[in-house]
Nanobody, 126 residues
């Protein structure tokens, strides 16, 4: 069983919206920072967003600020990424990630996260 399982990816047109979900398999994840990275073809993985365990604090990469919103539902042990005003450059595989409390890595660095989902493809056409 995967620790983190993403869903909701697909193909959309520029300007559309899409919501990704990430379900965690264990209740322990409710106490972890969780977020999303993405990787476009031929590019390095890029930090997208992160949310605190309480849901009260979030951070975003510059390329998605004002267009994407992260949220979490503790009852469902799930986080969401609401993506709006999608652009072709948002095309990528989106990975759900989780950071344990004892990981002191930077929130914008891959090394800051111990758990990764398998990824879900988002394709935005112009």
């Amino acid at each position: 069983q995967e620790m983190l399982e993403e869903s909701g990816g697909g193909s959309v047109q520029a300007g559309d919206s899409l919501r990704l979900s990430c379900a965690a398999s264990q209740r322990a994840f409710s106490g972890y920072f969780m977020g999303w990275f993405r990787q476009a073809p031929g590019k390095e993985r890029e930090f997208v967003t992160r949310i605190s365990p309480s849901g009260g604090e979030s951070k975003y990469g510059d390329s998605v600020k004002g267009r994407f919103t992260i949220s979490r539902d503790h009852a469902k042990n799930t986080i969401y990424l609401q993506m709006g005003s999608l652009k072709p450059e948002d095309t990528a595989v989106y990975y759900c990630v989780a950071q344990t409390p004892w990981n002191t890595g930077s929130y914008y660095s891959e090394s800051g996260y111990e758990y990764w989902g398998q990824g879900t493809q988002v394709t935005v056409s112009s």
